[in-house]
């Protein structure tokens, strides 16, 4: 079986790595530079939830792979402040398709404001660290949170969630598991 990831971000391949192997062991996981079709710094769950299906789409077709991934990483802004997330869409060849989103992180109102005037995190995060490329190590969220929780793993859950339609179908598959006929809670 073969998976492409809409990314050579090797930290997203990594979350795709670990968590399709626990599904099926020996799994071929291979990235794909593939437009996102968004900005590089998205704003909002749609914008995100567009640029993962774009590139999940764009990588399965471009490498004939039975899974096509996509991991869009951005923010959203909501009353709780501008907050990072990302989402992951996961599609197959017949175009079955799964989303998963991560955990959502306020961002400090410094960075969140950099972000609001335009900047991109991840350069952002480079500056202010002194470090290059932080994104494709532990991230925004491995730095905010002081190496508690990396990016892989922040991604390697989304990724499960994205899969959650193919590795339990009968949960999804309206034909498998009519509940019409279950009483509505009062």
Known sequence: MRVAVGSENPVKIAAVQSTFEKVWPGVEVVGAAVPSGVSNMPVGDD???TGARNRA???RE???ANFGVGLEGGVHEDRAGLLLMGWVVIVDRDGREGVGGTARLPLPEGLAEQVRNGRELGP?????LGE???KQKGGAVGALTAGLVPRS???AVA???ALAPFV???FYDSELLPLAHLPLAP
């Open 47 to 49: 914008v995100c939830i």
């Open 159 to 161: 990724v499960a969630y």
């Open 153 to 155: 793993e922040t991604f």
């Open 57 to 59: 789409e764009a990588a």
């Open 124 to 128: 952002l995060m480079d500056e202010l």
């Open 168 to 170: 339990a179908a009968e």
């Open 132 to 134: 290059e490329n932080i």
């Open 62 to 64: 471009r490498l004939d």
